[in-house]
């Protein structure tokens, strides 16, 4: 009864490396998301896809680029880190409620 | 205008005290209402989905007031596990899908 899976769950990385976020759900869910939550920012929406083969921007995609992979996965990419992405990274499926999985810790010095 | 606002908190309360949280959105096409609680370092979980005639889970009570674009969620008996944040989440549709925003979140502490 896995849900919504995300790796990894910790990452510390240098100005300018890259790293895919990896996010996968079993709940055969059309939709997908992908947040990020700051302190006193609230839960922040980076990249959706209403369904396989689609993708569209939310409120804060500069820097990140995403991919459906198909309908179980859906993966975020950080091209060039910077410090400003030092966030919690979550990863959400479902068309009405939705389910998260566990978030990634990133960290970029 | 932020478009989900709650109670900045937080809020600290005695355990079996009753606590209400409040949360105002300004999208008047908003069509679903939920409230999640979020623990320290976890992800946020659906806690319940609040219906325009209210509902209630256990202890738990949900009020939605479309005319004022207000939601409430009521705690009674409150236990020292209620101690999350709880956020307010509002839908609407959206060109591809529906388009969730979530409100910044209110802390709650039950002391014992």
């Known amino acids: 009864n896995a849900g919504v899976t995300q790796t990894p769950k910790f990452q510390v990385l240098k100005t300018g490396q890259s790293m895919t976020l990896q996010c996968a759900q079993d709940?055969?869910?059309?939709?997908m998301y992908w947040y990020r939550q700051d302190p006193g920012m609230g839960l922040r929406l980076i990249y959706y896809?209403?369904?396989?083969?689609?993708?569209d921007k939310g409120e804060v995609p500069n820097g990140y680029n995403v991919s459906r992979l198909n309908k179980r996965e859906f993966s975020l990419r950080l091209e060039s880190a910077a410090p400003s992405q030092t966030s919690v990274y979550f990863c959400a499926s479902g068309e009405y409620e939705q389910y998260f999985g566990p978030g990634t810790r990133l960290t970029v010095t | 205008r932020k478009e989900v606002e709650q109670d900045p908190g937080p809020f600290n309360v005695p355990e079996g005290a009753t606590v209400a949280f409040n949360c105002t959105y300004s999208n008047s096409a908003s069509q679903s209402f939920f409230w999640y609680r979020q623990d320290c370092r976890k992800e946020p979980k659906l806690l319940m989905s609040v219906y325009s005639s209210g509902n209630e889970d256990g202890r738990f009570t949900a009020q939605l007031n479309r005319a004022s674009q207000y939601i409430s969620l009521l705690i009674r008996d409150s236990k020292l596990s209620d101690s999350a944040t709880y956020l307010c989440?509002?839908?609407?549709?959206?060109?591809?899908?529906?388009?969730?925003?979530f409100g910044p979140g209110t802390r709650l502490s039950v002391l014992p």
């Open positions: 709940m055969n869910h059309n939709s």
């Open positions: 896809s209403a369904s396989e083969g689609t993708t």
């Open positions: 989440v509002v839908s609407s549709p959206g060109p591809y899908g529906q388009n969730f925003v």
